[in-house]
């Protein structure tokens, strides 16, 4: 009796129903990504949301940090820059509300503090989203979700599904973390080689000790594009992403008693910056290797 056949009949449309829906996720994210230069188009053309009315406001601080590049540093010049930077700054000339736009560096430790002691009215600096910071804080709609990825020698020759072509093979993959956990759920026929951090993970790739690695999709590229790489390795398959092990992916986070206004005119904002092609834009400025 096969799988299918074992499912109580009451329960089996739900179930295919769960299946296409899945599909359909997947193919309209592959689609996205195709179209829009490698990254998935965060945003329903069917969407319809009203610009709020912001000229209330007195102004609008969003709290950063500037020692995190690519998305936060300060460049040659002395000036804040960076994908979350630009990204904000194009948030706010959207919103039309670029005189009372200010970005400001802070050390991260000291960013969750200084949003609750209303030293700022939003936080951009990639904070991962947990049920316990939902219960302080108030978060836009994602702008960006991080992916894993794998990388494997390139003399290998290997090609296709990474379940397929990684099967009995030694996979690296940093110990503790949410991507050993994917690589034993997803890709059991994989040997997962835990290491102790990302240096040794990209040496021991490199090295030969391992035939692949997963880890994290902003990384890996950027790592295999590099001097560092020596040309040794390419990435396979993928992107993969999950909610579950990933999170809900990088949001605005704002204090909850701007919630209502604030967070509706974020997300009218990014939905409007990704309709128009101009958060790909963004993306690509800074990711040219791209992490889909």
């Not at 560092?228 to 990933?246: F, I, M, N, R, T």
Request: charged residues 20%; aromatic residues 10%; proline residues 5%.
């Amino acid at each position: 009796m096969s799988f299918i056949q074992e499912i109580k009949p009451g329960f089996r449309v739900a179930f295919f129903l769960i299946l296409s829906i899945i599909s359909i996720l997947y193919v309209q994210v592959a689609q996205a990504a195709e179209s829009s230069g490698g990254v998935p188009v965060l945003s329903d053309p069917n969407e319809r949301l009203t610009k709020p009315n912001l000229s209330n406001l007195a102004r609008f601080r969003v709290l950063t940090t500037s020692d995190f590049p690519p998305f936060n540093f300060v460049d040659q010049t002395g000036r804040l820059a960076g994908y979350h930077v630009d990204v904000i700054r194009e948030v706010c000339r959207e919103l039309n509300i670029e005189a009372k736009c200010q970005v400001q560096a802070l050390p991260y430790t000291d960013l969750e503090g200084a949003l609750e002691a209303g030293n700022g009215e939003a936080i951009m600096s990639g904070i991962a989203i947990t049920s316990g910071l939902r219960q302080k804080f108030s978060f836009s709609r994602p702008y960006l979700f991080l992916p894993a990825r794998f990388a494997v020698q390139g003399k290998l020759g290997l090609s296709g599904r990474a379940g397929e072509a990684l099967a009995g093979r030694k996979v690296g993959v940093i110990a503790n973390t949410a991507h050993e956990k994917m690589l034993g759920t997803f890709f059991p026929k994989l040997v997962a080689v835990p290491v102790n951090g990302q240096e040794e993970l990209f040496s021991s790739l490199k090295e030969g000790k391992v035939d692949a690695i997963l880890a994290d999709g902003v990384r890996v590229p950027f790592w295999v594009a590099s001097p560092a790489a020596e040309k040794c390795c390419v990435l396979l398959d993928g992107p993969y992403l999950s909610q579950h092990y990933l999170g809900e992916g990088f949001a605005v986070m704002l204090r909850k008693g701007n919630a209502v206004q604030l967070t509706a005119a974020v997300d009218y904002a990014l939905a409007q910056l990704a309709a128009k092609g101009r958060l790909q834009e963004i993306y690509l400025r800074y990711f040219p290797n791209g992490f889909y």
